[in-house]
């Protein structure tokens, strides 16, 4: 069965420093992963995916995402954290082949300090 | 663009009584939208896939006779949660897939519906 893990309930940083919010992965099969946003009392936003190709993948508000197939690992990660990006960020992976659902990490909530 | 409607944003209701939140997909057909219900500070939890045209397919331990999703057309899908009761409050987020998405498309969300009971 499909799944994802984010490891952290929680991310403190820096304004200015770089971000990582961590995100693994169980599929069988080539996975499908997507990163997304919440911010309060909000829907999800979509930041970026993973599909094929190269494992770096950039995404929307500076973020991007490294693939490791090794580690099993979709990373989110964002050079110069800003105050603006503190929500709750989620993980996901295509639940199975031939679906359209969609398979959610736990969510890690991300503050940025001033 | 893909931009998800989802109305109330709000709503408070007493025990008993039913509620109903539309969503609805305003600039692109979505044959497919999903239903979740988030508690707090916990992930979402898919209720249930809703099909345009077609019955819902409920994910386990989701009441379809308390959770009434309709799917009329290619732009809106409700859920009507039938007789509330404060075990119901919740954040209630609905997502809609293009028609001609594929299985690597993103999901587009709404904004959210809190759900009180009182």
Not at chain 1, 67 to 87: E, G, I, M, R
Not at chain 2, 25 to 53: C, H, I, V
Not at chain 2, 89 to 107: H, K
């Amino acid at each position: 069965a499909q799944s994802v893990a984010q490891p952290e309930d929680q991310v403190n940083v820096a304004e200015g420093n770089p971000l990582t919010v961590k995100c693994t992965y169980s599929v069988s099969g080539n996975p499908y992963l997507f990163w997304y946003v919440q911010y309060p009392n909000r829907g999800l936003q979509f930041l970026l995916k993973y599909i094929t190709g190269d494992n770096l993948v950039k995404g929307s508000y500076g973020f991007e995402a490294e693939f490791n197939k090794s580690q099993t690992s979709f990373h989110l990660k964002k050079p110069s954290a800003l105050v603006s990006d503190s929500a709750l960020y989620f993980c996901a992976v295509r639940a199975a082949s031939g679906t359209y659902k969609y398979i959610f990490g736990t969510g890690t909530r991300l503050k940025v300090l001033a | 663009g893909a931009v998800v409607s989802q109305h109330p944003s709000w709503v408070i209701c007493k025990s008993g009584t039913s509620v109903k939140i539309e969503c609805r997909s305003l600039d692109f057909q979505a044959t497919t939208m999903f239903w979740y219900r988030q508690f707090p500070k916990q992930s979402l939890m898919l209720m249930a896939t809703s099909n345009e045209g077609s019955k819902a397919t409920y994910e386990q331990g989701v009441e379809k006779d308390k959770f009434l999703i309709n799917h009329a057309s290619l732009t809106l899908s409700t859920l009507t949660v039938t007789s509330a009761h404060p075990e119901d409050s919740s954040f209630y987020i609905c997502s809609a897939l293009r028609s001609q998405g594929s299985y690597n498309s993103p999901l587009h969300f709404g904004n959210g519906t809190r759900l009180t009971v009182t």
